[in-house]
């Protein structure tokens, strides 16, 4: 199963919904429940990410019997120093972002937790690709 979502970098109201839909997804292909979590906290990470920080993006979704692979894509600026961002607790979010209860510095961090496998490129002013590989166990 293939599935490809927007992330609209302008409504704010829409952030999230690409991993709730996959969530659900995975819940009708009878996915294990705890893979199923992990792909959803993963996948919602990346998403808030591309929205807050990326000028918004793709999602793109490929299920097999096997694994998960996610992959999103951003337009934004890049991650400057990709070692410190995947400290916890470190943050390039807005004061206006942190008020709305994001930015806690856990993005990455819970990418790397949850997924089986995590792949990071970016790239200055161009933009920044995440790929999560979660293998399917029973």
Request: aromatic content about 6%; cysteine-free; charged content about 25%.
């Amino acid at each position: 199963m293939y599935l490809h979502y927007i992330i609209d970098k302008d409504d704010f109201d829409l952030a999230g919904e690409a991993s709730s839909k996959v969530k659900k997804a995975l819940t009708q292909l009878g996915i294990n429940p705890v893979t199923i979590k992990k792909a959803a906290i993963s996948m919602y990470e990346a998403e808030i990410n591309a929205f807050i920080h990326g000028g918004g993006g793709d999602a793109f979704v490929d299920i097999d019997k096997d694994r998960i692979k996610i992959v999103i894509e951003d337009h934004g600026n890049g991650i400057e120093d990709l070692s410190l961002a995947m400290q916890e607790g470190f943050s390039t979010a807005s004061e206006f972002i942190r008020q709305l209860g994001f930015g806690a510095g856990m993005g990455l961090p819970n990418m790397k937790k949850h997924t089986d496998e995590l792949i990071i490129e970016t790239q200055a002013g161009v933009g920044t690709t995440v790929t999560m590989i979660l293998n399917i166990t029973n």
